[in-house]
Antibody, heavy 119, light 107 residues
């Protein structure tokens, strides 16, 4: 059974940093692209960032480009999102999502971790 | 970037109704479209991929159709468990954009 478990959310200061983690199990982690998707309170889904299975290719939404960095450690089956220069508009539930086979739809999702940016 | 527009934003329906949600792309995305269901406080769940392929374990009352720029998600007979929000997502190319969502409410 595929399991994705996010951690690292919490309260962040404007201009500050947070690092999210997503521990994966139940599948061959290095064989699948992964993404982060967020949802602001009462709003829709927003794709944030994606990374290929090898980690060699990374992708970012314009809203986070230059501030967030996605990475993965295939030896630890773990996905990361380093969030710098936080803004109030980054407040959201952040979901880790496993891509489908050779395609960038999202077949499995974690339960989400809440990030609140406030002073 | 390609924009994804869903309609309606909210839909009121009764148990047993046939429900159709539309998703339009601002440019052709071939069949590279997925549909998700999300219930309050829960993670999204994949329903349909490649416009019309039903994800394993998803009830057959859900179906998807379309190609190019216009797509539909149909629920053939709405069940109590189906009252939720639904999102389309394109994945032909980066960025992998979602539609704004459709909330299916009890009439």
């Amino acid at each position: 059974e595929v399991q994705l478990l996010e951690s690292g959310g919490g309260l962040g200061q404007p201009g500050g940093s947070l690092r999210l983690s997503c521990a994966a199990s139940g599948f061959t982690f290095s064989s699948y692209a992964m993404s982060w998707v967020r949802q602001a309170p009462g709003k829709g889904l927003e794709w944030v960032s994606g990374i290929s299975g090898s980690g060699g290719s990374t992708y970012y939404a314009d809203s986070v480009k230059g501030r967030f960095t996605i990475s993965r450690d295939n030896s630890k089956d773990t996905l990361y999102l380093q969030m710098n220069s936080l803004r109030a508009e980054d407040t959201a539930v952040y979901y880790c999502a496993k891509a489908g086979s050779s395609s960038w739809y999202f077949q499995h999702w974690g339960q989400g971790t809440l990030v609140t940016v406030s002073s | 970037d390609i924009q994804m527009t869903q309609s309606p934003s909210t839909l009121s329906a009764s148990v047993g109704d046939r429900v159709t949600i539309t998703c339009r792309a601002s440019q052709s995305i071939s069949s590279w479209l997925a549909w998700y269901q999300q219930k309050p406080g829960k993670a999204p769940k994949l329903l349909i991929y490649k416009a019309s392929s039903l994800e394993s374990g998803v009830p057959s009352r859900f179906s998807g159709s379309g190609f190019g720029t216009e797509f539909t998600l149909t629920i053939s007979s709405l069940q109590p468990d189906d009252f939720a929000s639904y999102y389309c997502q394109k994945y032909n190319s980066y960025p992998w954009t979602f539609g704004q969502g459709t909330k299916v409410e009890i009439k």
